[in-house]
């Protein structure tokens, strides 16, 4: 199994095995004994795996990802191990990136937006359909649901496994500006609004009257401090997680959007696994994503008020002018992904879109 490593990687690791030398009590040698101990697990298991993800190592996702492998270890008998990166391990390209890799079968577990996943599985991008989903919950339901079968058949298609509860919550999406309110959909013309690397995103944007600009997760910080955008869109636990109310002053409740992480594997090696070892990850899988989805959901409902203590400034939006601008934006995407996508969708969504 080849193990990616970045020039950052192989820094940290020398820089570590220096330190080493000198230090060989406390902490260090804690930390070191539990890598080797880690080291020792991975040697010593049948199946090793890399598992990828985009959010910081505090975040829930990356906590109950750690957790369920964890268990998979335990209830294998340490016939599983997977390593979990935060922030994609750092690789160059961030999402677009791994989502290679893990069709390549270079990493063998990665969770990734659907409007990303767009690029190589096109009606994911059905996901991201703009006031399509009320709250996170109503979205749960329709991933779980026959909208979400029939993605996992399309991603079937592309040499993906997904799982059928399998989508890690992410949460609805809010647009932070840096210098001024969105209150109404003028005000969005001509703002630099910086989005992932999905043809939706930008798309909705720009029928919006925006200029998007594609920056991946990890740099949205820098390309707003740096003038690179004048907003971005997401939901509140990513800019907590981020730290990005350190360089934008508001807050406009448009819940635009739902989003969330849906997990994944390399189908090949998927289908080369014993059906007992499948089996207990699907349960662990279906554990971790209701976890998370309860953390990401408390976060977020919390986040408004502590946001406010931190300075960010908050307005509601009234979403049916930004819902009427779309009109046009709705009916080429229902052409795009197709009857049989958008009708499992407004059945989900309980609304007509287009």
Not at 21 to 37: C, M, P, V, Y
Not at 156 to 174: L, S
Not at 227 to 237: H, I, M, V
């Amino acid at each position: 199994m080849r193990k990616t490593f970045t020039r950052r990687s192989l820094l940290a690791g020398a820089a570590a095995g220096s330190a080493s030398l000198f230090i060989r009590t406390g902490a260090a040698a804690q930390g070191r004994a539990s890598l080797d101990e880690s080291a020792t697990q991975r040697s010593r298991a049948e199946f090793a795996f890399t598992q990828y993800h985009n959010q910081t190592a505090d975040s829930s996702l990356h906590k109950r990802l750690t957790e369920m492998w964890t268990a998979v270890r335990t209830e294998t008998g340490g016939r599983v191990d997977a390593q979990v990166f935060p922030l994609n391990n750092n690789v160059a390209g961030s999402d677009p990136t791994a989502l290679k890799m893990l069709i390549s079968g270079e990493i063998q577990f990665f969770t990734l937006m659907g409007g990303v996943l767009g690029a190589a599985v096109p009606v994911a991008e059905i996901q991201q359909v703009p006031f399509a989903f009320r709250t996170a919950p109503h979205a749960h339901q329709a991933v779980d649901g026959a909208l979400g079968a029939y993605i996992l058949e399309e991603m079937a298609a592309k040499g993906i496994h997904g799982f059928p509860v399998g989508a890690f919550d992410n949460g609805m999406r809010q647009i932070t500006p840096v210098s001024k309110p969105i209150v109404v959909p003028a005000d969005l013309k001509g703002m630099r609004m910086r989005v992932p690397a999905g043809a939706m995103f930008d798309d909705m944007f720009r029928t919006l009257g925006c200029e998007p600009v594609t920056i991946n997760s990890i740099d949205i910080y820098a390309g707003l401090k740096s003038g690179k955008a004048d907003a971005q869109e997401n939901p509140l636990a990513l800019v907590d997680g981020f730290k990005l109310y350190e360089v934008v002053k508001y807050v406009s409740m448009t819940n635009h959007m739902w989003s969330g992480f849906n997990q994944m594997a390399h189908l090949p090696t998927w289908q080369r696994l014993p059906a007992d070892i499948r089996q207990v990850i699907d349960q662990n899988v279906t554990k971790a994503v209701r976890l998370q989805r309860a953390d990401q959901e408390a976060a977020n409902g919390r986040l408004r008020a502590e946001l406010t203590k931190r300075g960010l400034i908050f307005n509601d939006v009234d979403q049916a002018p930004f819902r009427k601008q779309l009109s046009g934006f709705y009916k080429t995407w229902k052409e795009r992904l197709g009857t049989k996508a958008w009708t499992l969708l407004e059945t989900a969504a309980g609304t007509t879109l287009a």
